[in-house]
């Protein structure tokens, strides 16, 4: 049995998967995905598997996630469960499928947070406010 590791990134999130043959079963931090809190991220984590169908049934998938908030964590486990079906598949269609469906699932968005500078007010490019008065 082959073990195969993909990873991806969003934010400050990383994701690193193994995935292998198996009966459909991902685990999330070695918990299952069933059990993902909150719902609305459990939901966007099982798009790539309801996209695939029934290939999805056919490989299990470990990903562990570290960093980030928990929407960049959940964007960066969903980037890595797309890579490896796409891998595992090894077909260009279900590659395609993902592009046209959501880009994000495929390829990482490589925006990070503005470093802030100095005497600028906590924030990247706010300003101390003035009053001619």
Not at 28 to 47: A, D, G, S, T
Not at 67 to 84: E, P, T, Y
Not at 109 to 123: C, F, L, M, Q
Request: charged content about 35%; overall charge positive.
């Amino acid at each position: 049995m082959k073990i195969t590791m993909v990873s991806g990134k969003r934010k400050r999130a990383v994701a690193r998967a193994s995935f292998r043959q198996g009966t459909g079963k991902v685990k999330v931090n070695n918990k299952e995905l069933n059990i993902y809190q909150p719902k609305m991220y459990r939901l966007k984590l099982k798009e790539p598997l309801i996209i695939a169908g029934d290939m999805s049934n056919k490989i299990d998938i470990d990903v562990n996630v570290a960093g980030g908030g928990i929407s960049s964590q959940s964007d960066a486990c969903r980037l890595v469960i797309a890579k490896s079906l796409v891998q595992y598949s090894k077909s260009d269609k279900l590659k395609d499928i993902f592009l046209k469906y959501d880009r994000n699932l495929l390829v990482a968005d490589v925006r990070r947070k503005e470093a802030s500078k100095p005497n600028r007010h906590g924030k990247a490019r706010s300003k101390r406010q003035k009053s001619y008065r």
